[in-house]
């Protein structure tokens, strides 16, 4: 339900019960406040969620391609990615040495 919000642009969601098991409903009110998303707070936090949950083969890769999800404008080294997105903030992961595609640490920087 939370990527069912994200995708149709909801502002939040309910899951109530149901005779069969539980509904879901997505609300999308213009009343309703929307919290404002930072991408290099956002990314900071969910990248570290996902590995943990699930094997990423290919860290590196897969936090390249979240940062572009978000426009995100990526300087590249070796072993460093530093990505800005406009808002002031920005982010660098930095990759276990040498060329390695496992992330070990994020920092949330100002721009």
């Not at 990505?83 to 721009?111: M, Y």
Request: proline content about 5%.
């Amino acid at each position: 339900m939370v990527i069912a919000s994200g995708v149709c642009n909801g502002n939040a969601y309910f899951r109530g019960p149901h005779e069969h098991g539980a509904l879901c409903m997505l609300i999308r009110d213009y009343h309703f406040p929307r919290e404002t998303v930072y991408p290099a707070t956002r990314i900071s936090s969910i990248v570290w969620q996902a590995i943990s949950a699930v094997n990423i083969s290919d860290q590196k890769v897969a936090f390249r391609h979240y940062v572009k999800y978000y426009h995100g404008r990526i300087e590249e080294t070796d072993d460093t990615i530093r990505a800005d997105f406009g808002d002031k903030h920005g982010i660098e992961a930095k990759f276990e040495p040498p060329c390695s595609n496992r992330l070990k640490q994020t920092n949330v920087v100002p721009i």
